[in-house]
């Protein structure tokens, strides 16, 4: 079946060390995003892209980076610059035209200590 | 892209019909408004979108008003697995492809 993944599901680290979140999609989707989730808040977007080798910041981009070498994998860094790193962060994936939706992964609950 | 407003809760009886609105009345002619929900603790899910005409699916149905300015989602018969928040986000087609996502409406579906 088709769909997106995302790993771990549980991630903990220590304060100032810098970690991966890792997305993969086998939609054959153009487009990928990353989405942060505070508690009891909406969906904050980090990061997107549209095409391989190519990404734009979203309006929280500040302490995360991330890459896009393949079209069916869009990595997210959190950096040790990052202020609050413990969040639920969500990747997502579209057509790149055509009005269609997002289909997103499961997540992964960052915890930093 | 255009903001939505949405009641951040409701409730619903089991078995009844949850009308869940949308107001986006700042929306332009070649935006889409797309109902997403969210379970607790996962990812968003797609429940349906929609240009102008009124649309249905097998989760939902969404009317839209003839001026665009807002719109209703209904899913006809809820059941507790429907409890969740539903978010309304309106996005062209083409161009940036970003979803905003707002603080969507909190449905707590009552047996």
């Known amino acids: 079946d088709g769909g997106i993944t995302q790993s771990p599901k549980y991630l903990f680290r220590k304060e100032g060390q810098n970690v991966t979140l890792s997305c993969e999609q086998n939609?054959?989707?153009?487009?990928m995003y990353w989405y942060r989730q505070d508690p009891g808040q909406g969906l904050r977007l980090i990061y997107y892209?549209?095409?391989?080798?190519?990404?734009q910041k979203g309006d929280i981009a500040e302490g995360y980076s991330v890459s896009r070498e393949k079209k069916e994998s869009f990595p997210l860094t959190v950096t040790s610059a990052q202020k609050n790193p413990t969040a639920f962060y969500l990747c997502?994936?579209?057509?790149?035209?055509?009005?269609?939706?997002?289909?997103f992964g499961s997540g992964t609950r960052l915890t930093v200590v | 892209d255009a903001k939505t407003t949405q009641p951040p809760s409701m409730d619903c009886a089991e078995g009844r019909a949850a009308n869940l609105p949308c107001n986006h009345s700042?929306?332009?002619?070649?935006?889409?408004v797309y109902w997403y929900r969210q379970i607790h603790s996962q990812g968003p899910q797609y429940i349906i979108h929609?240009?102008?005409n009124n649309e249905t699916n097998e989760m939902a149905s969404l009317i839209i008003t003839e001026d665009r300015k807002s719109s209703t989602l209904i899913l006809p018969h809820a059941t507790l697995r429907d409890t969740a928040v539903y978010y309304c986000i309106v996005r062209g087609s083409w161009g940036a492809q970003k979803l905003v996502f707002g603080q969507g409406t909190r449905l707590t579906i009552n047996p």
């Open positions: 997502a994936s579209s057509l790149s035209t055509g009005g269609y939706g997002y289909t």
């Open positions: 929609g240009l102008k």
């Open positions: 700042t929306i332009s002619g070649n935006e889409y």
């Open positions: 939609l054959n989707h153009d487009a």
């Open positions: 892209s549209q095409i391989v080798n190519d990404f």
